[in-house]
């Protein structure tokens, strides 16, 4: 046991000095200047309409997190044992608050950064990209951090048995989803609505340009680019890194008789050797001032994944020593790479499918929308086969290796890889949102020309990170859903005292219950897009009536920002209820009707339909973005011409697809499986 | 034997007299008037160029199937058993025939029936809707007697030893679908990208109305109604009817010991009473000049249906006396009706889909294209329902019945029930082009306003039994699937000689097929929707080469149409090959690699997968169409508002979805069925 203490204080160890380096971060941040009085203002508006809307959504999730912990004693005292129930509610509150605050400081620090990134801007290139990406590893620090000692804490808490402990924080990886469920929906309605709202309303109705300080809903807009991206992503990435957690250390049960401990607190130590790679990376970024800033990201993400790579070899080497294992994480690896190269593909004007979008504008919306359609369906090919390769290969290793049960958990060390560089790629996904902002508060400040060009440079290398980090997201997403299927039949398993190992899709209910998974998937999709148009529809209209004030459009009266904050809050958090009651319960009344197994054809099927949709949905709307984008820099007569009024729709319909729809659909993966995971006695 | 006997003639006599009758309605439909010098004229150019598409495409496939054909007895030579090769290969190319005769059969009435029907719109609704019905029915009565009689034929030829013959006729299943696909995706493809570049050369670009005989694409789109309707349609009915009577003989070999021979013939006997359902529906429906022809078509369904559930009693009766397979049949019956009024909420102008569309447009084609998006997805809910409570309640009812391996039957019992009603639903299907090319052929002679107005409604009632069929075709394709997986298994088993029961989802490389199965739906649904954008690009670009010619446009000078619809055809032919050949290959490379089980995954989920995604795009494209019809009739601000303009791009952008997409799906989704069933010796 003096490997496991080791272990685990190495584990306690990175992952406090990583809350510390995020400290430390912030602190870098915010003493950056903040510069003229007009671009605080600004600031000031998205800051207080951002905590605003923090403060409420919380609210309403603190609300359903206790409601849920209530159920959830209820439910196991009914079922069966209370004190496991006490045990799983105690978890599940546990993982929502340390997800909560991650979100909450990460956004904290996010509504500042911006401001201190727009003053760099005034200065330099390189200042003003290192502010924006150490912005954004406050958030990325905090999140892996968090989840691990949530995690290694729980472990140790309940009594650090490896065979026993593991089943008992699943808990912890629900609280995560739940929590991510709201946060990435509810951010995810508010950031589209918004943006849609005050595109139709500014450029199209009332003619005015993006970010222009006469469009009621231009701080709504900016507000919601830190709430879905910066609060909604982190919350994702939480319980991404959470759930691999625990499903890997369930699978690690399983080889306790060949590793010991070790098996079972490998992840942790893995993740660990990953949060150093991480924060080395980060440090190693030095962006030059005539360089597109993208390349400096890119170096400091290379060094990641070779450090993450050495790491993983020496955790292997000194827990597992059994070298297949390491090819099997080495893949996931490799897999992460494959994604950010498809995603660049299908998402960026210089290769075929944007171009295709872009040219297809010419001939109006609706050929844009069908090539748009074709694209997105299209690329669900090279993402899908790219997993399967993954999954097959990191399964041979793990079945080479010669241990028995080896195969799942090679599976498992691919997703441990894929999953080393993560804050690093939040860091990169919330430098998004502050940069966006950043460009927004120098637009609305008449600031130079060239101050302008940096700040657009930036935002457009904002935009390309938060592509990346969704196939990222998604390709995660993917490997940790295999490894939570056969953490649930684990489970399972233990609970009957009998394997359970066959989910048997020739059986009717099975094959049901694997066509209601795959239904679920479309029905919530179809909630996320409505709650977006029906939001939207509310700041419409509440921008139509100030419009009409006397002095607003003629730009001597402030518009009342505030009231379109607030109707965009209040509309976000009323729809995403729905979306999400139907998430959590429709499992638990398929589990239920139609017991263990269907349920588990249930996550399965509706796993694979969730990750198509979900590529098809994101990478389609970053296509069309793109190809907007692609016009408007000159192709095809360029701006103001019939072709770009086309591609603005494409790009308009694929902003509830990107945002909102796409991202709550990897969410609502791993939340199929944390509710199975939790809900199990009660399928039996 | 001598029960057997019977059965056999009774099916031999009845679809004998099906065809017989079939020649009656063609005869009937010929003696009609056929109008004046103009309406003759433009008659004779759909039905040239339809019979030119025709004739080149099944040269086309007519290639395709010899040389399949020839692969097929190759590799069982290389494999197993050439005499079974040749056996399946000879079943394979009367499958193909067979098709291809009902189609060119069925079409060649279409194009002819169309005038007649505008001459009888001259003189009255009655005998207009009576025309075209019957014109519809011809098709109808074909396609289900054909089918009939090829299985009940190779049957006897090939001995009619119940237990064995019944695996040698898959061929003919797959023949039957090997040509569907490509004739429902070549029809698809030619009448969207038709449709799609007559608008919008001819309405966008040039201003002028539908229909109008300045637009050299007008004959083309007119071709385009039949080809993809009549001819595609026909052809996918023919192969669920024969996949359905070929997987349900094969488990009734299982019940053998039970029923003995009315177990594997009871398929095919069930099927005759549903011909003389459908027969005395059609002869019952009389239209009045004053009343929605929908109602006097609707009554006629009723009938059938009343007439389907009365013989299918009759017939579980005599053969199997077991009263419990006939409430399965019933379920199955129940399911279609559901599938009726389902399609009819969420693409009728009357219901809230349709206007919370129509409403969107008013701020634009975004949130037009938005709102449809998310009625698409939302639309998969009840369907999937229903679905899954047919096919529990039959699977109950199966078992209920006590036979062994009862629960299985009794799904393919609520298959034959909801397919009995088959031929009635295709003649109200064929029913649709004939009366849509009517309102063509009027429009363009000039006709007077009383006799527009009654092809006007009839075309609008044919728009509703297309969108009825499809709902129809997708539904029965969910039952059958079931059906086809499970004669997939015993396939499996008898070939193996021991039980194959399990597709055990939870093992990585099935795990794998079933992604692999999910992701060959969208990655063919983008190449459909692809290949209608590019051929009508093609269109596009000769009528504005026409348009420049001097007096085109003035109406002096006649365009040269059939440059157009060769054009179209050579671009619709050469497109549907790339989808078509995955659609057939993926598969059989999925089972070559990863073996039957893994192959067994990949049907299912990709068949979950194929009706999710069908429905979606069927229903979405009938609620654009029908929410652009709402707008012109005077909502939002009618036709020519911007709210129209709007709901013109979602129309447009629905096109390739509900016709060419979406029902290519559903044959997909069978001759995924049907490939793995005559490929399944190569997987083992």
Redesign the interface.
Known sequence: MAGAALALSFVFVVSFLAVLLSWRLAKFVMKQDTGNASMQKTAEAIKKGGEAFLKRQYKTIGIFTFITAILLVGLYYYFGDVWVGVKTAFAFVIGATLSAVAGIVGMAISVRANLRTAAGAYKSMPEALTIALRGGAVSGFLVVALSLLGVAGIYVLFGANPQETPFHIVGFGFGASFVALFAQLGGGIYTKAAD?GAD?VGK?EAGIPEDDSRNPAVIADLVGDNVGDCAGRGADLFESTAAENIGAMILGVALFPVFGVSGVLFPLVARSFGLIASAIGIFSVKAKENENPMKALNRGYYLTVLLSIIGFYIAVKVMLDNVWFFWAGVTGIVLSLLFVYITQYYTEHRFRPVREIAE?SK?????N???G??????N??LP??S??LA??FS?LFGLMSGVPHG??YG?AMATMGMLASAAYILAMDTFGPITDNAGGIVEMSNAPAKVRKRTDQLDSVGNTTKALTKGYAIGSAALAA?LL??AY?DEVSKLTGKAF??????K??V??G???G??LV??F???A??A??KT??YI?KEARRQFKKKGVMEGTVEPDYAACVDITTRGALRNMVLPSLLAIFFPIVVGLLLRAEAA??FL??GT??G??LAI?LNNSGGAWDNAKKHVESGAHGGKGSDAHKAA??GD??GD??KDTAGPSLHVLIKLLATVTLVMAPLFL
Chains 1, 2 share one sequence.
Do not use: H
């Open positions: 849609v139709l199209v297809a001939t109006g919306a609706a050929t929308i069908i090539a359609v074709a694209i997105g369906f299209e669900t090919g899908v086969l997993i399967c999954l097959f399964y195969g799942l599976t295999f299927f056969s039949l190992e066959v989910v048997n899709l020739a009717v209910p094959f049901i694997g066509m209601l795959a239904m479309f029905l999709s179809a909630y897009i409505r977006v148009g939207a529809g419409i588990a054809a399965m099927v694979i339909a990750i198509l098809v603005v729709v308009t319909v509830p697809f």
